[in-house]
């Protein structure tokens, strides 16, 4: 087998950050196809028709969201907690590809998933099925400078060359859903532990902590009012009615105009005579309640959360009867 021939897929949910690492570090065994919910299995199986005879390594790359099910192909969960045959369509796809292509090992390149027990009955459900080697992490999947690693815990496999180049060492993410927490006390300062890869404790030294650490980038004369974390960002709204944020920025969470990082709070840029009330973050966006009951937002829209494909903050919809 020539070092040029493609034996392996790697499948990359869209929403993870920085996806495109994954795209471009795939060695030259490895054919890489990133997915959102409207992907579909038709397009899937024309691209595995066109490319392969036979597979040998299947990987499945998402950011792990806990116990819950992750949304893949034609806006379907991968599957159902409760998996009985005939199985979802999503689960029946993918026995279907094993079995067509003679899939040797499957990975599931995500954090802690072997610690739930719906992933475990649906990795369990594949091998009894079709008798794929199931690989899965019980701790963080990510680079060793992270926190995590590229072992599957589940085979005990390294897999880190299977699939990619050293360029992969340029992934600056784990693939989990952040792991960290903020709170607001009462003299007004703001604490917070746990992950702070980019900053988003606010603290500007990007190490984690496993004890409660201030947030010392508040701005001069600003009180919080309140809080809401993304994945990798930290959003705060003051109680003046400004709002700052910190942490990962590449999709423009932040809502400064900007794609650009940031260890210390930094002003969002506000729509012109409008006075926010809330604020909620997701994955990689920021959603903010005004005080006329319209909503804007900024960040990835890959799953069309903020219904256009703008970095910038920007009105998504006007709900009248919020006002």
């Known amino acids: 087998m ?10 990359i949910d869209s929403s ?23 992907s579909s299995k038709n397009d ?6 066109q490319n392969f005879q036979f597979i040998e390594r299947i990987a499945l790359v998402f950011s792990s969201t806990g116990p819950s099910s992750q949304t ?12 009985i045959s005939p199985y979802s369509g999503n689960l029946a ?9 003679n899939v040797k090992n499957i990975d599931f390149l995500a954090c802690n998933t072997l610690n739930y027990p719906n992933f475990v009955n649906y990795y369990r459900i594949l091998t009894k099925v079709t008798g794929v080697t199931v690989g899965a992490s019980n701790d963080r999947t990510g680079n060793i400078k992270y926190g995590g690693d590229w072992v599957m815990e589940s085979t005990n496999q390294d897999i880190e060359f299977i699939y990619f180049t050293q360029t992969i060492e340029y992934y600056q993410f784990l693939l989990d859903t952040g792991f960290f927490t903020l709170a607001i006390l009462s003299n007004g300062t703001i604490y917070g532990c746990g992950a702070n890869i980019y900053g988003q404790l ?3 030294t990007n190490a984690d902590y496993d004890s409660l650490v201030q947030m010392i980038s508040m701005p001069t004369n600003k009180t919080p009012a309140s809080i ?3 994945t990798y960002h930290t959003i705060v709204l003051m109680t003046d009615g400004t709002i700052y944020g910190c942490g990962e920025n590449i999709n423009g969470q932040l809502g400064n105009g900007r794609t650009v990082s940031d260890s210390s709070l930094v002003r969002m840029t506000l729509p012109a005579n409008k006075t926010p009330t809330a604020i909620s973050c997701g994955g990689s966006h920021t959603i903010v309640l005004m005080t ?14 903020l219904g256009m494909d703008l970095l910038d903050l920007f009105k998504i919809s006007i709900l009248h009867w919020y006002k």
Do not use: A, R
């Open 16 to 38: 993870i950050p920085s996806y495109q690492t994954f795209v471009d570090s795939v060695n030259s065994n490895t054919l890489p196809f990133v997915y959102s919910w409207s």
């Open 72 to 83: 893949f192909l034609d806006n379907e969960p991968l599957f159902l907690d409760n998996e």
């Open 44 to 49: 899937l199986d024309n691209l595995l028709q």
């Open 202 to 204: 606010g603290n500007k």
């Open 292 to 305: 006329d009951g319209t909503i804007y937002g900024c960040g990835s829209n890959s799953y069309y959360q």
């Open 2 to 11: 020539g070092s040029n021939v493609i034996t392996n897929l790697l499948l």
């Open 228 to 230: 809401s974390c993304g």
């Open 93 to 101: 796809w993918l026995i279907n590809v094993i079995k067509q292509y």
